[in-house]
């Protein structure tokens, strides 16, 4: 069984930074694409930003120059660097990773919450 476990949420100001690790644990597998999600109350869960195995980055345009996505494949490991948040930012921040264990499937993690404050 594959696990994906997030750190690294918490309460911040405006124009503050967080960086959010989401670690996957189990027996053996492959990591393809790994990702963060959020979404806010009363609104449908979105993309934030993906990588690829390689390193190939994807983000959503809210949080574009402000937001760093970058893995750690010896650690089987991702991170969200959030710099300059804001308000809109606020959000149950998840983690999720297309993992291969025989075939591919999506794995999620149980949300780590994101406060921004004015």
């Known amino acids: 069984q594959v696990q994906l476990v997030e750190s690294g949420g918490g309460l911040v100001q405006a124009g503050g930074s967080l960086r959010l690790s989401c670690a996957a644990s189990?027996?053996?597998?492959?990591?393809?694409?790994m990702g963060w999600y959020r979404q806010a109350p009363g609104k449908q869960r979105e993309s934030v930003a993906s990588i690829t195995r390689g390193g190939t980055t994807n983000y959503a345009d809210s949080v574009k120059g402000r937001f760093t996505i970058s893995r750690d494949n010896t650690k089987n490991t991702v991170y969200l660097q959030m710099n300059s948040l804001k308000p809109e930012d606020t959000a149950v921040y998840y983690c999720n990773a297309a993992i291969l264990v025989g075939v591919l499937r999506n794995y999620w993690g149980q949300g780590t919450q994101v406060t921004v404050s004015s």
């Open positions: 189990g027996s053996s597998f492959s990591i393809n694409t």
